[in-house]
């Protein structure tokens, strides 16, 4: 597949970072939270880590501001993945949050998506998943 756009779900130290790195790398990102003001948090930690790819990359400002403009924020997860290829899931490692979070992915996002997990415990996400999956 030809990935273009790519969601982050979760905008916390970890999902920012990989949103960021993706969007630096030329992809269309979409970041997605549970509220605004979650997202403001995440935006200015973005923003933090502009100074450190020029720094420690030598990245230009064009660069590192080009990788922000590649980027959207969403508090609505069917706008946030209405046109995702590539679904990165960066949430807290809750079992419930998890699960009522792929059940609503897996109702809204369109059937091109693949879904890929960030979880540290890969052996839950993927179980929690395929739950969520048999029951739409």
Same mark, same amino acid.
């Given at each position: 597949m030809n990935y273009k756009n790519i969601t982050v779900a979760g905008s916390g130290v970890l999902g920012s970072q990989i949103a960021y790195q993706t969007a630096f790398k030329e992809f269309n990102v979409t970041v997605y939270d549970i509220n605004d003001q979650a997202l403001e948090v995440a935006k200015k930690r973005i923003m933090d880590l502009k100074p450190r790819y020029q720094k420690d990359l030598g990245a230009t400002e064009e660069e590192v501001n080009s990788a922000f403009d590649r980027m959207s924020f969403y508090s609505d997860l069917s706008q946030a993945v209405a046109e995702a290829d590539l679904v990165?899931?960066?949430?807290?490692e809750v079992v419930q949050i998890k699960t009522d979070f792929y059940m609503e992915l897996g109702? +809204?996002?369109?059937?091109?998506?693949?879904? !890929?997990?960030?979880?540290?415990?890969?052996? +839950?996400?993927?179980?929690?998943?395929?739950? !969520?999956?048999k029951n739409l």
């Open positions: 990165i899931e960066a949430i807290p109702k +809204v996002a369109p059937e091109k998506t693949v879904f !890929a997990t960030n979880s540290s415990y890969y052996q +839950v996400n993927l179980r929690i998943l395929l739950d !969520a999956l």
